[in-house]
Each structure stands twice: as C-alpha cells, then as structure tokens.
C-alpha cells in the first residue's frame, strides 16, 4: 500500500531519456495546434480530426497525429478515435479565455527559437548568447529589426503579463505608495492595472521612445491619462527620480549581474533623499535541488537571448547589496512571479 512518504515511480530509462531527447517534436506540434488555433475550434465540445482540419486548412490525418501527439502530455485528450477535445492545459491555447497562452507558446515553440536554441553548444562554450552568433546582433535589435520575431515577442510578453498581474496585485499592498514608476514598463499594462486598483497612485511608465506611442494610446484607452505619463529614456543610462516606487517586471532577469547592477544603481540613485522609497521587482525566484519550476528552463532561454539568468532567493540578495539596496522580504503569487521588495541600504 502507498503512503504519503512513498517516492513517485522512476519512468522507463529508454522512455525517459529519448523523451527529453525528442522534446522538441512536442514543441513543434504544440506550436502548430497554436498557429492553426485549434483550441479555439474546441470551445464548444470535442470535435473530429476531419472537422478540425476544414475549419483550420489542414490535412485531416496529420492533424488527427499531431493532436495525438500532444494528448498523450495532457494537451487535448482523444476522446474518441481522432476526435479531440480541451483539457485544462489546452483551454490556454484558446484565443478568448482572460488566461489564453496562445501568444506565449507562439513565441516560446516558433521555428526561431528552435534555430537559436541550435546554437546551444556555442553558448555553454563562451558564455556568450545565441541569438548574437546566430545573427549578427544583441536580441532587442533582433526583435526591433524582424517584424514578425519582434511582433511575436511583445505579444508573447504581454500575454505572459497579464496573466499574472492578478495575482500580483493580491499579493502585495501598494496602498503605502502615492507615485509608481514602471521602469522598461512596455505598454504600461502593469502600471494601469494598479493604478485602477489604487485612484490615490500616479504613475509613469518608462521605458525607449519607440513603444511609447502605442503606450500612450493604450493609457488614453483606459481613461488614465491624468494619472499617468509615458516617459522615454534609458535605464542604463539613468532613471527619473522623485517616486515612492520603483517597479520592475521580468526586467533583471534580461540582464548578467554587471548590466543588472548598473540598472540598480540607477534606481537606488533616483531613490537618494528617500528613505522610505522602495524597489520591487517582479520576477521568478528559482528553487533549489531538483524541484521542478519553469524557472529553471526559462534560466537557458534568458541565456540564449539577452545573456541574463533567473536567479534564487539569495543570488537576488547578493545582487540588491552590491547595489545599495536590502532585500526586506518576498512575497509569494499564486502565478510563478514572485514580489522582491526592497529598500535602501
């Protein structure tokens, strides 16, 4: 009889072992069942591999394989011979549900990250990212460069964004702030969201000129534009000074610990003559051992892309010393995002 102190089954070796190696089959298929949007076909009950393929251009019995493929992870389930339905997993790949993750898995399993990741080995030998040697230049450039690439790594951001950012605001209080600035805050989601929550809160987001016209249409959109300003700059160089707070999201990771620090510095500069200013940083706080997190994958994407890293609970205290700051405390979400408050040292 099993009791609760009853370590799991070990998979099959040979199973185990070709499955990771093959992995990349699965993110193929879970990228083309994204791309034809056959989750969103599913919405009203399970249907047929050939009623499928009509309504996305498919051929039938491919599509009937690479949805077989993907049920045996839990993404769909077969319900009947070729005839596939949602699961909780898939019901993310639906372009109309508040949680969808379709943006996400668009950017994370397209044909470019598979090419990136082809440079793997270069990486592991230099240090160095991937996306530099496989393109002649540093990722942001990348992105701003390829319309396509960088149209599906903002959708990808913000889909990811906002599917955390209620649990953020449940998480932590922000009550005690009367100004906000998003530093690298993109479109402003984030900001807009407290500032929704908190009427009492003005806010900035701050972040390159080139975005910041979509930005402030997207502040007008959502009648915040009293409350807030998008202001461009650049957090290596500096950052705007006089705010209660100092928000970052999914920002540090980006960055290697010299290029992470010197975006710090300029934060704890702005906060000088405040002492009750803080810094939070919303970002993944990896685990130790062997415990499964994403983080701990989306530790090798950050190296493949702008040579940044996910980093655990003391490397984020190391970091925040060396930079004039004191981590206070963290504060668990009920997403895989985490609040790191801190303040001056």
Same mark, same amino acid.
């Given at each position: 009889m099993e009791t609760l102190n009853t370590p799991p089954p070990q998979p099959n070796p040979f199973q185990h072992l070709l499955g990771v190696a093959s992995g990349y089959i699965l993110s193929c298929s879970l990228w083309v069942a994204a791309e034809l949007d056959v989750a969103s076909h599913l919405g009203d009950g399970?249907?047929?591999?050939?009623?499928?393929?009509?309504?996305?251009?498919?051929?039938?019995?491919?599509?009937?394989?690479?949805?077989?493929?993907?049920?045996?992870?839990?993404?769909?389930?077969?319900?009947?011979?070729?005839?596939? #339905? !949602?699961?909780?997993?898939?019901?993310?790949?639906?372009? @109309?549900?508040? *949680? &969808?993750?379709?943006?996400?898995?668009?950017?994370?399993?397209?044909?470019?990250?598979?090419?990136?990741?082809?440079?793997?080995?270069?990486?592991?030998?230099?240090?160095?990212?991937?996306?530099?040697?496989?393109?002649?230049?540093?990722?942001?450039?990348?992105?701003?460069?390829?319309?396509?690439?960088?149209?599906?790594?903002?959708?990808?951001?913000?889909?990811?964004?906002?599917?955390?950012?209620?649990?953020?605001?449940?998480?932590?209080?922000?009550?005690?702030?009367?100004?906000?600035?998003?530093?690298?805050?993109?479109?402003?989601?984030?900001?807009?969201?407290?500032?929704?929550?908190?009427?009492?809160?003005?806010?900035?987001?701050?972040?390159?000129?080139?975005?910041?016209?979509?930005?402030?249409?997207?502040?007008?959109?959502? #009648? !915040?534009?009293?409350?807030?300003?998008?202001?461009?700059? @650049?957090?290596? *160089? &500096?950052v705007p000074a006089g705010f209660d707070a100092y928000l970052m999201k999914s920002i540090i990771h980006d960055w290697n610990d010299e290029k992470a620090g010197v975006i710090l510095k300029n934060c704890r500069q702005a906060l000088d003559g405040n002492p009750n200013g803080k810094l939070l940083l919303v970002e993944m706080v990896r685990p130790g051992g062997n415990e499964p997190h994403f983080s701990k994958v989306l530790d090798i994407e950050m190296l493949i892309f702008p040579g940044g890293r996910e980093r655990s609970e003391e490397e984020f205290k190391t970091l925040l010393a060396n930079n004039g700051f004191r981590l206070t405390r963290i504060f668990p979400t009920k997403s895989p995002m985490c609040v790191i408050e801190g303040v001056p040292a």
């Open positions: 399970p249907k047929s591999a050939t009623e499928l393929a009509r309504l996305t251009h498919a051929n039938p019995d491919i599509l009937a394989r690479v949805l077989r493929c993907l049920a045996m992870t839990g993404i769909f389930v077969e319900t009947a011979p070729a005839t596939f #339905g !949602l699961t909780p997993a898939a019901e993310l790949l639906r372009k @109309d549900t508040p *949680q &969808s993750q379709r943006d996400s898995v668009i950017w994370l399993a397209d044909p470019f990250h598979h090419r990136m990741f082809g440079d793997l080995l270069h990486s592991t030998r230099t240090g160095q990212p991937a996306v530099e040697h496989a393109t002649g230049k540093k990722a942001f450039e990348y992105f701003a460069d390829d319309e396509i690439e960088g149209k599906r790594f903002h959708a990808a951001m913000t889909s990811f964004s906002a599917s955390q950012i209620a649990a953020l605001l449940e998480a932590y209080d922000f009550s005690s702030c009367k100004s906000l600035i998003d530093v690298g805050g993109g479109h402003g989601h984030l900001v807009c969201e407290v500032l929704e929550k908190y009427p009492q809160i003005k806010g900035v987001v701050f972040d390159v000129g080139s975005i910041l016209g979509d930005t402030r249409g997207k502040i007008d959109q959502r #009648g !915040l534009s009293s409350r807030c300003q998008a202001v461009d700059g @650049d957090f290596f *160089q &500096s």
